[in-house]
T-cell receptor, first 111, second 116 residues
């Protein structure tokens, strides 16, 4: 069966450092991979989408890599700020646009 | 521009009671989604609408769950009767429907359901 794994333990990081999150998947060949941010009591907010033929995508302080051979995506937040504290979800997307989410990783950025 | 609106935000009911959730998508968005999110988990798709048509309801437990999207705008998700295991957050999302699989989905704040 399809499986998406994200670090279940919260990532505690000091302000200014780079946070790196991992998303691994098995038994799936996604056309795209997306990353979302979710704050408590709110719905997920789209951050980035990367295609299967793209190795890397950047948006401001965010960087996503996608390795279809390793079946892994890495999500980086550079120069992290306390406002970056949230849960980050990866979502595999098939060619029809159907999303399958991972459980998410909580990031806590301390001043 | 207003985002996806959901109501109620919170609902507490006793098991075996019916419950309904309402969603108003972003204006002009043709595609509407209902997701279920359990604590500590990611959202799981229940049903997807393209205008009025339910194009993917394979994950909707049809024995107790039903949904409708009349006139291709607002949508209602109903559970009857509710069970203890239905306690979760029910999220509604919408997208333009024009970009195919790369359509950005915009989520509402969700309805937190507690079944006692």
């Amino acid at each position: 069966s399809q499986k998406i794994e994200q670090n279940s333990e919260a990532l505690n990081i000091q302000e200014g450092k780079t946070a790196t999150l991992t998303c691994n998947y098995t038994n799936y060949s996604p056309a795209y991979l997306q990353w979302y941010r979710q704050d408590p009591g709110r719905g997920p907010v789209f951050l980035l989408l990367i295609r299967e033929n793209e190795k890397e995508k950047r948006k401001e302080r965010l960087k996503v890599t996608f390795d279809t051979t390793l079946k892994q995506s890495l999500f980086h937040i550079t120069a992290s700020q306390p406002a970056d504290s949230a849960t980050y979800l990866c979502a595999l997307t098939d060619s029809w646009g159907k999303l399958q989410f991972g459980a998410g990783t909580q990031v806590v950025v301390t001043p | 521009e207003a985002g996806v609106v959901q109501s109620p935000r919170y609902k507490i009911i006793e098991k075996k009671q019916p419950v309904a959730f309402w969603c108003n998508p972003i204006s002009g968005h043709n595609t509407l989604y209902w997701y279920l999110q359990n604590l500590g988990q990611g959202p799981e798709l229940l049903i997807r609408y393209e205008n009025e048509e339910a194009v993917d309801d394979s994950q909707l437990p049809k024995d107790r769950f039903s949904a409708e999207r009349l006139k291709g705008v607002d949508s209602t998700l109903k559970i009857q009767p509710a069970e203890l295991g239905d306690s979760a957050v029910y999220l509604c999302a919408s997208s333009l429907g024009s970009a195919g699989p790369t359509d950005t989905q915009y989520f509402g704040p969700g309805t937190r359901l507690t079944v006692l």
